[in-house]
């Protein structure tokens, strides 16, 4: 098992920059592949983003509204610490993000996650 703790979020407007941390404890931190998801109000849980425990491999969500190319996932496993950096944001970003973690191979489904933060606010404004 591993704990994660998120922090970061907050509130920026429209074009704005956040850079969001999680994280890990425990003995084999280090060995998990990592990965974002975030929820917006009404909404189910989706993928943002994972990175490999190695941190050589990054996979980014790849719907409507990419996130690719604006948010960047990189982790230091000295840190035991997974970061979410996040540019030009937009008000369709907000929603609670939650850093998630699991031991294998990349995953994109919520359910391929068995640990969990318990997730940070980022609220973007027009």
């Known amino acids: 098992q591993v704990q994660l703790v998120e922090s970061g979020g907050g509130l920026v407007q429209a074009g704005g920059s956040l850079r969001l941390s999680c994280a890990a404890s425990?003995?084999?931190?280090?060995?998990?592949?990592m990965g974002w998801f975030r929820q917006a109000p009404g909404k189910e849980r989706e993928f943002v983003a994972a990175i490999t425990w190695s941190g050589v491999n990054t996979y980014y969500a790849n719907y409507a509204d990419s996130v690719k190319g604006r948010f960047t996932i990189s982790r230091d496993n000295a840190k035991n610490t997974v970061y979410l950096q996040m540019n030009s944001l937009k008000p369709e970003d907000t929603a609670v993000y939650y850093c998630?973690?699991?031991?294998?191979?990349?995953?994109?489904?919520?359910?391929?996650?068995?640990?969990w933060g318990q997730g940070t606010q980022v609220t973007v404004s027009s």
């Open positions: 998630a973690a699991r031991f294998g191979p990349v995953g994109v489904r919520v359910n391929e996650y068995g640990n």
């Open positions: 425990g003995r084999t931190a280090s060995s998990y592949t």
